[in-house]
């Protein structure tokens, strides 16, 4: 009998190890499921809980609950995976695999930054809603919380579902009015990106919502450190923020016992490829959910819209045939934006987020990058037949790849592939143009300008070091292979940059990292790894130190990293 082990108990492992439950055969295949706790959490409910929305007891069930019965269950917690001897070890037994899925999801790591942890617990006046201890003290704090300034922040990417601070600035926005408490309170979104989501349309979408709420945004804040006595943060580059009630989401990392292992990198995330989810160098490993470190959202969408691509190709390299299903990191979120709506974003590797309509079955057409009812419907039975999603039917199959059809493309200078620009765009209004309602009594001077941001101009050179270049339309290289010291001196040159040994070393470490994983690095990651301190990286490249590292480096432009 083989053995196929799942490490992780989530929502990534739990869908998974159902489907393969569902089309291996038990008297063949042994299915073994490896996680510490056995509790399985409805995450997406964390960040409702804080409001109340959701009875604490509706958001966890017993792990084995979730399982088919055919599934064996280990409560244990791995310390390392030999993936030559292809042995799990536990800190209880050693358990043997023929095919082994990494399901670890990522956890939150305040300690990291300093002054956000006060030994295992926050400090002091800072809150999160990433665990469920964390958002109940955060629904008791809310209670009492009846003026000064609120401040959401985002500590550094990758994190667990990108647009949920979002969500919960927009619900906290209707939870203070519904209170009669809002005009008291000031809320602020402080974020180490240049805009609110990765994506530029999006963006702008998401950017005129908060604006029409009167919700600030504070971009390009690299926190350093936070001062719990002042209530204060303090940024890489000298700024400052002042609060009253911090709202954080705390770096995240991977496992340790992956870095242990090596089969990812520092942070321990695995970087496996993009399409069929196999690990690079071991191929009896696959890696699903937040595990995976791929340039798309860490969300339970994405897990399940994997899980249908990953038991396919894992069903067809047990059997010996050419693995078919790829992915094309495909994922959809739906944001709560409060008085009973919602919108949606649906988006995947190369499609960006766009206007238009995401099919449902039976419910009907949801409108993306729009508020409405329907979409709030949505959400709310997302979580009444979360259970359906996790039990891994098949029919669920149709939803792992994006959808085109019903997308305004065309709208944005797109062609119906989503992905080529059109020669002569339409003429129609942009992503500024879509309003959302605002439910303020008093009026909304902020629409008179747009939040303030430092915009890095970043020159569009097609020729460099004697050669020809393929850039992007921002001048990111899209071929780092025509890069050279000759290339890279030029780009430089362009940004007016003055290249010391010290520049070299933090581009060669870019460009080889690049090259191991496939990603751009983030500037933690260098820290880590390449051990340049982050506050050298600042002073070294000024203002937007991952941008320019990218930029002069021939690497693409990082997405959703500090």
């Known amino acids: 009998m083989k053995n196929v082990v799942i490490i992780g108990g989530g929502t990534g492992g739990t869908v998974t190890a159902n489907s393969l439950a569902r089309r291996l055969d038990c008297k063949e295949f042994q299915i073994t499921v490896i996680d510490y706790s056995t509790r399985h959490y409805y995450q997406p409910g964390f960040v409702a809980l804080p409001f109340g929305k959701i009875p604490n007891p509706l958001l966890w069930r017993r792990r084995r609950q979730t ?108 939870y203070f009015f519904t209170h009669r408490v809002r005009d008291d309170i000031e809320i602020t979104i402080v974020t180490p990106q ?75 995330f695995v970087h496996p490829d993009l399409e069929t989810l196999q690990h690079r160098e071991y191929p009896d490993i696959f890696v699903i959910g937040d595990t995976a470190d791929l340039p798309t959202s860490k969300s339970g969408s994405a897990c399940v819209y994997q899980s249908r691509v990953l038991v396919s190709n894992l069903l067809d390299y047990i059997a ?90 065309r709208r944005w200078g797109l062609r119906p592939d989503g992905t080529t620009p059109l020669s002569a765009p339409d003429t129609t209004p942009d992503a500024d143009s879509l309003i959302a309602p605002t439910w303020k009594r008093r009026p909304n001077a902020c629409l008179a300008a747009a939040f303030s941001t430092k915009v890095l101009k970043i020159p569009v050179l097609h020729e460099a070091g004697g050669r020809s270049i393929d850039v992007d339309a921002e001048g990111f290289m899209t071929n780092p292979c025509q890069w050279t010291r000759a290339v890279g001196t030029d780009l430089a040159r362009a940004i007016n940059l003055e290249m010391t040994p010290r520049h070299w070393e933090v581009i060669e470490f870019a460009r080889q990292s690049f090259v191991k994983y496939h990603v751009s690095p983030s500037l933690r990651r260098m820290e880590m790894a390449g051990h340049f301190p982050i506050a050298e990286l600042f002073e070294l490249f000024p203002s937007k130190p991952n941008k320019l590292i990218c930029y002069v480096a021939g690497i693409p432009k990082p997405l959703g990293c500090i």
């Open 194 to 268: 240049s805009q609110v989501f990765e994506q530029s349309i999006a963006a702008r979408n998401l950017s005129n919502l908060l604006r029409l709420r009167d919700i600030e945004v504070q971009p390009d804040f690299v926190v350093r450190h936070i001062d719990a006595t002042e209530k204060r943060m303090y940024a890489y580059d000298g700024k400052a923020i002042d609060y009253d009630m911090l709202v954080t989401v705390p770096p995240m990392r991977g496992q340790q016992f992956i870095v242990d292992s090596k089969l990812g990198d520092e942070m321990g």
């Open 67 to 174: 399982l088919h019965p055919g599934i064996r269950f280990l409560q244990d917690k791995v310390t390392a995976v030999d993936p030559v001897a292809k042995m799990v070890i536990t800190q209880a037994k050693q358990i043997s695999y023929d095919y082994l899925v990494l399901a670890t999801g990522c956890e939150c790591r305040p300690e990291l930054v300093e002054g956000m942890a006060k030994g295992t617990l926050l400090n002091t006046g800072i809150y999160s809603f990433y665990t469920q201890a964390w958002a109940r003290r955060l629904r008791r704090a809310l209670q009492t919380f009846t003026h000064g300034h609120l401040v959401v922040h985002i500590s550094e990417f990758p994190i667990r579902c990108p647009v949920a601070p979002i969500e919960f600035a927009l619900k906290a926005d209707h």
């Open 320 to 409: 010996g045939r050419p693995m078919m299903r790829r992915y094309d990191g495909h994922a959809m979120c739906i944001i709560d934006t409060g008085y009973n709506q919602a919108t949606v974003i649906d988006r995947s590797y190369t499609v960006p987020a766009v206007t238009g309509n995401w099919f449902f079955p039976r419910l009907g057409p949801l409108s993306l990058l729009k508020q409405t009812r329907r979409n709030h419907l949505a959400k709310r039975l997302l979580f009444v037949f979360y259970s359906a999603f996790m039990a891994g039917l098949r029919v669920f199959d149709r939803f792992s790849h994006i959808q085109l059809f019903g997308k305004d493309f």
